[in-house]
């Protein structure tokens, strides 16, 4: 369309990159919407002011009788605009059902919102906080929340879809840019809702960085890393790292350096030893036993991680004395 100011590769005064497939046709038509407007304020703006000054009334004039009647100018102002919201309508139906219909065709990736975090979770069952998808492939998202309504929103791809505690919500897209995009939280969603952001990796399709290799490297890591370094990537792509500060700082959580072994004291006044048992049961059973001074706000990890990966975040730490 020729009101596109846009050009794939960089973004402009509106929007970011168009980074997806439909990205250029939902910029289009907000082009349309916001240059139709503007036109038709200048255009209203430019008569009353003219009308104001003209046919204002004069202490030595009798008021102006007004015409009553002007088909020719009744029809116009009434056809033309009704033909601008049909098109605005036609155009972003048609482009909202085919968003919501996923071709038949994807790759799809299961996301898991939980306060203030995301997983993603590839069809191999590894899990990642940063989404890393394939360029130009079809790529579905099959979204569930852990506990409130998020949404899943990254401006590049245009794409923005509620995040639902109890049921799935869909949607898809096609990258056509290789690069890291942003992804961020665009429903609010209580204390660490500004930080619930992470990035859309999308890998091209050949070569050591393609998604295959990715994929395949990245999902191998218990039997490649050292208990330590395995349990580092576990604190951060299980999305730890959101609420527990490992440099002392606390947070929603609290912080886990210079803790392990340590007595704790729990809201209900009874004293605990951070060791192997009481982590394992404060990933599993959050609210079992909840540090004095803070909410019982984080979610279960139950189902949802290895024995494997747990042992190795304790490996990692018992390494933050
Ligand atoms: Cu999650 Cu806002």
């Known amino acids: 369309m020729?009101?596109?100011?846009a050009q794939a590769g960089?973004?402009?005064f509106w929007f970011p990159a168009q980074a997806a497939e439909d990205a250029a046709k939902v910029d289009d038509l907000f082009y349309f919407v916001l240059y139709v407007s503007v036109f038709f304020f200048l255009l209203i703006m430019t008569i009353l002011s003219i009308f104001v000054i003209r046919y204002r009334r004069r202490d030595d004039s009798a008021p102006?009788?007004?015409p009553s009647h002007n088909t020719v100018l009744e029809i116009v102002w009434s056809v033309i605009p009704t033909a601008l919201v049909v098109y605005m309508f036609y155009a972003g139906f048609t482009e909202y059902l085919s968003k919501r219909q996923p071709p038949a065709e994807t790759y799809e990736i299961g996301v898991t919102a939980q306060k203030w975090s995301w997983n993603f979770t590839y069809p191999n069952g590894h899990v990642t906080d940063v989404l890393h998808v394939p360029v130009d492939e079809n790529v579905s998202v099959l979204m569930t929340s852990e506990d409130?309504?998020?949404?899943f929103f990254v401006p590049a791809f245009r794409e923005k879809m509620d995040v639902v505690p109890g049921r799935y919500t869909k949607a898809w897209f096609k990258p056509t840019m290789v690069?890291?995009?942003d992804l961020f939280c665009a429903e609010y969603c209580g204390t660490s809702h500004s930080e619930m952001i992470t990035k859309v990796v999308v890998h091209p399709q050949d070569g050591p960085d393609s998604?295959?290799?990715w994929l395949r490297e990245d999902s191998d890591f218990l039997s490649k890393l050292s208990p330590v370094d395995a349990g580092k990537k576990v604190y951060q792509m299980r999305g730890c790292a959101q609420c527990h500060s490992t440099d002392g700082t606390s947070g929603n959580g609290p912080t886990f350096k210079g803790v392990w072994?340590?007595?704790r004291r729990m809201a209900d006044g009874s004293a605990v030893t951070f060791d192997e048992n009481y982590v394992r049961e404060s990933i599993l059973?959050?609210?079992a036993k909840v540090l004095v001074g803070y909410e019982p706000v984080m979610p279960t990890f139950q189902g949802r991680i290895k024995d494997d990966e747990i042992t190795a975040l304790i490996a990692f730490l018992k390494s933050l004395q």
């Open 10 to 12: 960089e973004g402009t």
């Open 211 to 213: 998604f295959e290799e």
């Open 179 to 181: 690069g890291e995009f």
């Open 64 to 66: 102006q009788k007004s």
């Open 148 to 151: 409130v309504i998020h949404s």
């Open 285 to 287: 059973q959050p609210k």
């Open 2 to 5: 020729m009101l596109t100011l």
């Open 261 to 263: 072994g340590t007595e």
